[in-house]
Structure formats: structure tokens, C-alpha cells
């Protein structure tokens, strides 16, 4: 597939300045498919800004960034209608979110009003100042990160419904021993991010869009897929199980993982690859759950605990 051939191109550039990230690379890549959001967790350092400047270098799309503070207003992320005297009308400036990729930079800085204002963008794909909704342009995605050592110190939990919006949840670890290494020795040499170069055109990425349809679920995967969402709602560590919309992200997350793959139908493997990404962030662990567990590892048990059906090919 040409999305195959792509994606390895994709890898190659951003690897020139990140190292040791293909598998966050594969996944921004399938969010992209479905314009998908994207959380990006980690402390600071380990270079969440840069993969997701590279990322848009890549692809060719408009970016910008949006550092969140709480004195952030709603406003300062949607744009405003303004008065323009020289023309007596009111006119449109428009605000960072007005990009193919935003950089929600530290979203959990933001009060809850400027975090409501991004729902109807993530959700709708369009922005509504003062009565004029404006659509945006595709491919639209926003990569949020947050910190999560600072999560007591000034700082304002994502509720649920936000998080439900992100297509998946990535958390950036360290790097190992031998990429930090490589990761120095590029730097001494002043490898800047304007050498990353565009491997994908905005009409590719939308002419690429269209072929997740094309990608087969039998119903036995369906199956699996339906069984792995519902134990999520019956588990006795969980009091809140992943919803409908957590559902369709995962079908089309595999769905994903298998153009990646350069097939067209979509095996159990592929569900397993991506369900900690797409379901870690949707479920709400009950008190007595938190004490011992994490979301991932209760995802992991999970997928670990129902029986994996044998691969369904093509046609069936």
C-alpha cells in the first residue's frame, strides 16, 4: 500500500530528530487517518514539543502552538470578532486552534472554561465566535500534552468528556541507554528541526482518509472488539467503562494498525496493539482499584482474559 510506504518515509524523517519513538510515530500516524486527537503524557524534556513539530514538518500541514496558563481565556484559542474602524465592520481574527496541527501545550494548565471551549473544535471540527461558526480545514488534529508530575501544583484535571475526545493516549516515556547516547550525538552536531522534510501533501493525507473503508472486520473480530469494551463496564475495579464513541475509536484504531501492517482486514493483533492506547484514558478506576492498579494494567488483564479468536482473513 502507498500508506505503508509513507509511513516508513515518515518514520525515517522524524527519527532525524527523535530517536527511538516509531511506535508513538505509527500512532499519531493512525490518528491522523481518522483525524484523530492525540494526548501526549510525559515530564518535561522528553521531547513531546519536537515530535509533534516534526510531525507536522512531515506531513506539510499548518501548525501552531498554544501554551496553556490559566489565564488563558477561551477567546485566545477560538479568535474573536473585532471592530475594524477603517472599514466600520466587524472582523475576523482567527485564533492558534485555526491550524492542520495544534499543539495544546500543558492543557491541564487551562481552567475548565478554556478546556470547554476546545470540545466543540476536537468534537465538531468547527469554531463559533460571537454567532459566526467557521469550519476548519482538513486534516485537523489536536496533540495535547500534559505533565503529570505537576498534577497537583496549579493544575486542572481534564474531566471526562475531554478526555473521551482523544482518539489515544500516549505516554512518553524515557529513552533507553543507547538511543539518549544517539540522541547526544545528534545534537553536538546542531541538527536542527528544519531538516525534517515533507514526505505527505494536505491531498494525500485526504486521498489516504478514504481508504479506512476499504479495511474488512470479520465478525469474529467484531466480536472480540465488542467483548474487550464490554468487560470494561462489568470489571469490579472499573466504575466507569469505556463508551460507545471509546467503541468505534477502537474498530477504527485497528483498522488502522492494519493499513500499517499492509493488509485489508484487520486480525486480533491489531485490536491488542492499540486497545492500551485507545482505553486506558476512558475508563474511571473505582477507589479501591486506584490503590493497587493502573488504568494500562487493568486494560492488559483485560485483553489477557478473553479468549483471542483465530485470525480471520480477507474474505471472511
Known amino acids: 500500500m502507498i500508506f505503508t510506504e509513507k509511513m516508513d518515509k515518515l518514520?525515517?524523517?522524524?527519527?532525524?530528530?527523535?530517536?527511538?519513538?516509531?511506535?508513538?510515530?505509527?500512532?499519531?500516524?493512525?490518528?491522523?487517518?481518522?483525524?484523530?486527537?492525540?494526548?501526549?503524557?510525559?515530564?518535561?524534556?522528553?521531547?513531546?514539543?519536537?515530535?509533534?513539530?516534526?510531525?507536522?514538518?512531515a506531513i506539510g500541514g499548518g501548525f501552531s502552538r498554544i501554551q496553556f496558563t490559566p489565564d488563558v481565556l477561551p477567546s485566545d484559542v477560538t479568535g474573536i470578532q473585532f471592530f475594524n474602524p477603517k472599514i466600520q465592520e466587524f472582523e475576523l481574527r482567527p485564533g492558534p486552534i485555526m491550524e492542520n496541527i495544534v499543539l495544546a501545550d500543558e492543557i491541564n494548565r487551562a481552567t475548565p472554561r478554556t478546556q470547554s471551549s476546545l470540545l466543540e473544535v476536537m468534537e465538531e471540527r468547527q469554531v463559533t465566535i460571537d454567532g459566526v461558526t467557521v469550519p476548519l480545514e482538513e486534516p485537523f488534529m489536536v496533540i495535547a500534552t500534559q505533565n503529570p508530575v505537576e498534577s497537583q501544583q496549579g493544575?486542572?484535571?481534564?474531566?471526562?468528556?475531554?478526555?473521551?475526545?482523544?482518539?489515544?493516549?500516549?505516554?512518553?516515556?524515557?529513552?533507553?541507554?543507547?538511543?539518549?547516547?544517539?540522541?547526544?550525538?545528534?545534537?553536538?552536531?546542531?541538527?536542527?528541526?528544519?531538516?525534517?522534510?515533507?514526505?505527505l501533501s494536505i491531498s494525500e493525507i485526504v486521498q489516504l482518509q478514504t481508504t479506512v473503508n476499504d479495511i474488512h472486520i470479520s465478525a469474529d473480530i467484531e466480536n472480540y472488539l465488542l467483548t474487550i469494551v464490554r468487560k470494561t463496564r462489568e470489571h469490579n475495579s472499573i466504575e466507569l467503562g469505556v463508551s460507545p464513541r471509546g467503541t468505534i475509536t477502537l474498530m477504527k484504531a485497528s483498522q488502522g494498525k492494519a493499513i500499517l501492517n499492509n493488509r485489508t482486514y484487520v486480525t486480533p493483533d491489531d485490536v491488542k496493539a492499540v486497545a492500551p492506547y485507545v482505553l486506558s484514558h476512558r475508563i474511571v478506576l473505582s477507589f479501591e482499584g486506584s490503590l493497587t492498579k493502573t488504568s494500562e494494567n487493568i486494560i492488559s488483564e483485560i485483553l489477557d482474559s478473553i479468549p483471542v479468536p483465530v485470525e480471520a482473513g480477507e474474505n471472511e
Open 11 to 57: 518514520k525515517q524523517e522524524i527519527g532525524k530528530v527523535i530517536i527511538g519513538k516509531d511506535m508513538e510515530v505509527e500512532l499519531m500516524a493512525i490518528s491522523l487517518l481518522f483525524n484523530g486527537h492525540i494526548l501526549l503524557e510525559s515530564v518535561p524534556g522528553t521531547g513531546k514539543t519536537m515530535l509533534a513539530k516534526s510531525f507536522a514538518n
Open 155 to 199: 493544575t486542572f484535571s481534564l474531566p471526562i468528556a475531554q478526555m473521551d475526545r482523544f482518539f489515544i493516549k500516549i505516554k512518553v516515556g524515557y529513552p533507553i541507554y543507547e538511543d539518549e547516547r544517539r540522541i547526544m550525538q545528534i545534537h553536538r552536531g546542531d541538527l536542527i528541526i528544519k531538516t525534517i522534510a515533507q514526505v
